[in-house]
């Protein structure tokens, strides 16, 4: 009977400690990142360093080339929310956990991790393989298809990033839910996702076309 009971109360304190978490998850704050006009809070790693812009209230992307914007804040566990608009065959991502000491020509998408924005229904793409599509963790873990807006308007996106836990929502829809835990056979070629990176920098992607981003809000979680 003791050990019943034992066993009855560390239940009750694990469900106790769950609740706890989970509402002051629910009680954190938003905050804005982007304030419509200027880049305050976000730095450049482009190799001209005139890749990104503000304009008409939108982060713009003009596309010349690789690299990206990183925020200077460095975050481990949050909630954030961004829309995005592409071009046809556009193609870009969210960075996650960028080390603040990454070095130069280190790619964000493997030192971090990335989820993929891209135009799913280009021709040009019909091709790739199920972990490069929209919403995926990049070369990592696929996301449900068939959830992106057309070329041209504004998709939505709620990733979810805590502790080993990646959720991401496209457009109202759940499209991954992964556990970075089980996903070890990635981890030599994606030191990102292994369990010692715990937090970094979040980025947005410059590939090969111009883009726009808004909207963009961070709730940091316990």
Known sequence: MLC?????????????????RTAAADDAEWKSLFDGKTLDGWKEFDDNGKNWEVADGLI???????????????????????????????????????????????????????IQVLDDNAPVYAHLRPVQYCGSIYDVVAAKRDFTKPAGEWGKMDILC????????????????????????????????????????????????????????IRVLP
């Open 162 to 217: 805590d502790r080993r836990h990646i959720k991401v929502t496209l457009n109202d829809h759940e499209i991954v839910d992964a556990n970075l835990d089980e996903q070890t056979e990635h981890y030599d070629h994606h030191p990102g996702i292994r369990p010692d990176r715990k937090s970094g920098r979040i980025g947005l992607q410059a590939h090969t076309g111009p883009l726009d981003f808004r909207n963009i809000s």
């Open 60 to 114: 713009h992307c003009k596309g010349q080339g690789g690299g990206g914007l990183e925020s200077v804040a460095e975050y481990a566990n949050f909630e954030l929310k961004v829309e995005y608009r592409l071009p046809k065959e556009g193609n870009s991502g969210v960075w996650l956990r960028i080390p603040m000491d990454l070095k130069p020509h280190t790619d964000p998408s493997y030192a971090g991790m990335e």
């Open 4 to 20: 019943r009971s034992k066993f009855a109360m560390l239940l009750a304190v694990l469900a106790l400690t769950s609740w706890a």
